[in-house]
DNA sequence: ATCATCGTTCCGGCTCCCGGAACGGACGAA
DNA sequence: TTCGTCCGTTCCGGGAGCCGGAACGATGAT
């Protein structure tokens, strides 16, 4: 007797993005790999890209025989030495990061709190590094972790060194979803807070996006005030209280023009005589 | 049982790169995207991948439209924030790296030398993450970058972990290019000190790469006694001296057997071949 | 003003990417 | 042990879309 083939209706909306290009799929299947829950079964990763079985599978063959995947016993695969290398090569070489590292290692020691450094990529903002305290039980803030910049201090942050028109279209018209009970679902409440931000130099998430998570964030501006991401720190709220965010603010607000007048000053892209290759 | 042998040997690739899939094309430009540079032009990439200019272009929009590049003022491009994202995610995931980092800068405050992590891609080793002294005036190390495996004290100490007909097969049959007048061209010689080695449980190079560095590096071992890489450090000749080698030497063993021990004890992902034998 | 160089666009040809279907092995349940 | 299920892997014909030489406009140096 045939079994019927499970075609029920998905639970679970389908994100598979159908992408057009090999390379668009070669991408999504390389930050599928690089995801912290690995090794990486094929089946999963199919699934989480979206792509079909056979066509993640060939591509796992070419990351493998370039180096970039490693294959497991038993079918798995996880990141290889050459994703690994360009990883570090890539974070090496970003001269923003480079000078914003010492800086949250200070501002870590000196407040107690998780600092971290992000930029923007569309309306999302992506934690790139971070400087966590020894103590953290548990960790409100993942490296490589997005999260929208219409909830995040960081994301306010951005926002507010921006052009005011920028910020309206990234924050877009429609009401924006709720994180939780105090997060601010109007653009337009968003961009009225904005000139309150910019006086002050940073900007506070008051549990936008997670209960019990308070952050202070500043922006850090390179040449030309482009914007090049935020300098924040997060914590719990019974830790990082009300009375202590106004002693905080301007150090994470020294932080960020810290980096900025680095950013500007000294290093600029071949300030550095580097060895062969 | 058919074991996955595959120890592919050569990867080293030259400017007029044979890459047949777009795949492949992809993974060159974002090689050469992330080096450090930046910003790059348009032509230089060409150059510099062997491929065409308009191909280099296509992939550049593609890798620009998923955020994975950032187009600049005047046609040139840099990494862009989900490439940063993704390579600060792998780097987090990767469980040996994360262990490593604390016992680097452990190392690195003691023996006042550069610390590094490296892992195996076919025959040469990759530089994962570092510790550098405050003091380096010149680094003779750069994060992402390559060696080979015959001439480094880190992949003399890997090798040392591998099976003999590995090792042997890593380091092929000919002659090996002199990188300076002591490196070891013989690869039968360099399987002849590897006894020494796995006796010490460490690895010197002595200026085997370079004119005036010297390096020590022991293995790392993941479960099942497989290599997940080595630790070392790294120091002018006449700072890190022939005698300091004696003391040295065992502290790098010591720090490689707290990864490993951590590697095989502690935060594994889950252990699936935990009954293998 | 003139030219070399670079980034960008165009387009026809045909490579080789695509993914449904099938196969064999691994594992768990009965 | 036997059966059923699921997974990783391979195959293959059709056609989607990749490819790159050639051309064009912008830019900066001479």
């Known amino acids: 007797m ?5 075609t029920s209706v998905s639970r679970r909306e389908e994100p598979p993005a159908a992408s057009t290009g090999p390379v668009d ?24 890209t979206g792509l079909p079985k056979p066509t993640v599978h060939r591509l796992l063959h070419t990351f493998a025989e370039a180096g970039y995947a490693v294959p497991g016993p038993g079918g798995n695969y996880q990141a290889g030495p050459r994703l690994l290398g360009l990883a570090a090569t890539a974070l090496a070489a970003s001269s923003e990061l480079r000078l914003a590292r010492p800086v949250l290692d200070d501002l870590r020691l000196r407040t107690g709190h998780l600092a971290h450094f992000s930029v923007r990529d569309g309306a999302v903002a992506v934690h790139v590094t971070q400087s966590e ?11 490589g972790g997005e999260v929208p910049l219409y909830c995040s201090a960081v994301g306010w942050a ?7 028109p920028a910020a309206a279209e990234l924050l877009g018209g429609e009401p924006l979803p709720a994180r939780t009970s105090r997060t601010v679902r109007d653009p337009g409440a968003v961009l009225a807070a904005l000139p309150t931000v910019r006086e002050r130099g940073y900007a506070v998430d008051d549990e936008y996006a ?17 914007v090049a991401g935020a300098v924040g720190i997060v914590g719990l709220t019974f830790t990082l209280d009300e009375e202590s965010v106004a002693v905080l603010g301007p150090m994470v607000r020294a932080a960020a023009g ?14 550095i005589v580097r060895g062969q290759e």
Request: proline fraction near 13%; aromatic fraction near 2%.
């Open 158 to 164: 951005m926002l507010s060194a921006l052009p005011s």
């Open 210 to 226: 997670e209960q019990d998570v308070r952050a202070i964030a500043a922006p850090v501006l390179g040449p030309g005030d482009r």
């Open 133 to 143: 305290p020894s103590s953290t039980y548990r960790m409100p803030l993942t490296a």
């Open 2 to 6: 045939p079994k019927p083939v499970n």
């Open 258 to 271: 810290t980096v900025s007048a680095a950013l500007r000053g000294g290093t600029g892209p071949l300030g």
């Open 25 to 48: 799929k070669a991408l999504a299947v390389l930050d599928a790999l690089v995801q912290p829950d690995a090794p990486h079964r094929l089946a999963d990763l199919a699934a989480r």
